[in-house]
Every structure is written in C-alpha cells, then in structure tokens.
T-cell receptor
Framework: GAVVSQHPSRVICKSGTSVKIECRSLDFQATTMFWYRQFPKQSLMLMATSNEGSKATYEQGVEKDKFLINHASLTLSTLTVTSAHPEDSSFYIC????????????FGSGTRLTVV | QKEVEQDPGPLSVPEGAIVSLNCTYSNSAFQYFMWYRQYSRKGPELLMYTYSSGNKEDGRFTAQVDKSSKYISLFIRDSQPSDSATYLCAMIHASGGSYIPTFGRGTSLIVHP
C-alpha cells in the first residue's frame, strides 16, 4: 500500500527559529502533496497544495512567507516554518495520493510542533 | 453553511455495540467519499472509500452513500475499545483537474469495555 513518511514526529524549538518538516512518499510518486494543520479536537485545515517542480498553492489566510513549501522531487515535499512563534504550535500533517482517481489520500504520521 | 457537516461527539458506546457515524454535505459535485480513522497525535488512516451510492463492506466496517440525500455513513459492527478514535469523513470533487479533499471536523468515538 501507499506509505507516506513524515518527520520529525515531534519538535520543540525556540521562538524566532525556523523548523523544517519533511514528507516523503516511500513507494509511489506524488505529483501533489498537501499540508494540513490541526488544532486540538478540530478537523484538518488545508494550508497549501504542494506541486512538484512549481510553486505551492496556498489557502486563503496562510502566509506563504512564513510557511515555505518546497516540492523538490516526486517523493519529497518540505514545509519550513520560519521565525516560529508560540501561536505556530500545532500538529502539522502532510498527505499524498498516487494520483489514481478515488484512490484516497495517505497521510503522514504528523509532526507536533511546540514553540517555546 | 459548511460544505461538510459532521457531529464532533463524543459518541460513547459499550463494547459490542453497532456504531453509526454520519456526515452530510451540500456540494452535489462531490464524487468520492472517504472515511479516515485518527488516533490521538497520529495522522489519519484511510478506512474506506466509495464513489457511488450504495453500501461497501470491509470486515466490521460498512460505508454507505446516499447521493440523493447528500448523506454518508460509516457503520462499525461489534465495536471494540481499540476502535476508540476520531473518525473523519472526506469528500472529493474535481476542481480544475486537482482532486482536493474536503474534510468533516471528525467525530470522537469512545468504546468502553
């Protein structure tokens, strides 16, 4: 089955520093990957759509200069939270699909970011 | 009105009960319907997906889609404490060729021994 690996699973950083989160599709190529943010007991909030070889498409209200997305290859997308602040603390999850219609999306295991 | 409505619960049932989880939606362009299970502090795990009205069964799980009523359900038979998790419904319609899922907010299920 399709596997998406995400790491780190948990990271604590100081306010003002940057954090990079990696998302890899292990056994399939993903032209498109999605990045979500999830607050406690809330649903997934789509932040951006990551397209291999081109710029990411950000959802309204998401600061693209703060959440830098790079989709360097068909198996790797990264999300960098720049100049992190405590309000950026959240659970970040990536997902990808092999691209077949209706296949469904496979999620990474998520990254718990805590900014202190 | 949100595109996808899902009662957040929590829904608490005894072990062995039949669980019914539901979502309603407003966009008739949705073509594919999925159910995900999410344990605490983990990424969602795909349970089932369907693309037509009717029922689809997989073990103890049955997904039901009623496009005329814009209503989908997930039934869990013989529920177990290990089924305790948040269940999210998701739907997809083709938008400019990209299949972007829309999620419900999730229903928290607690199965107690």
């Amino acid at each position: 089955g399709a596997v998406v690996s995400q790491h780190p699973s948990r990271v604590i950083c100081k306010s003002g520093t940057s954090v990079k989160i990696e998302c890899r599709s292990l056994d399939f190529q993903a032209t498109t990957m999605f990045w979500y943010r999830q607050f406690p007991k809330q649903s997934l909030m789509l932040m951006a759509t990551s397209n291999e070889g081109s710029k990411a498409t950000y959802e309204q209200g998401v600061e693209k200069d703060k959440f830098l997305i790079n989709h360097a290859s068909l198996t790797l997308s990264t999300l960098t939270v720049t100049s992190a602040h405590p309000e950026d603390s959240s659970f970040y999850i990536c997902s990808a699909s092999p691209g077949k219609k209706g296949y469904g999306y496979t999620f990474g295991s998520g990254t718990r970011l805590t900014v202190v | 009105q949100k595109e996808v409505e899902q009662d957040p619960g929590p829904l608490s049932v005894p072990e062995g009960a039949i669980v019914s989880l539901n979502c309603t939606y407003s966009n008739s362009a949705f073509q594919y319907f999925m159910w995900y299970r999410q344990y605490s502090r983990k990424g969602p795990e795909l349970l089932m997906y369907t693309y037509s009205s009717g029922n689809k069964e997989d073990g103890r799980f049955t997904a039901q889609v009623d496009k005329s009523s814009k209503y989908i359900s997930l039934f869990i038979r013989d529920s177990q404490p290990s089924d305790s998790a948040t269940y999210l419904c998701a739907m997809i319609h083709a938008s400019g060729g990209s299949y972007i899922p829309t999620f419900g907010r999730g229903t928290s299920l607690i199965v107690h021994p």
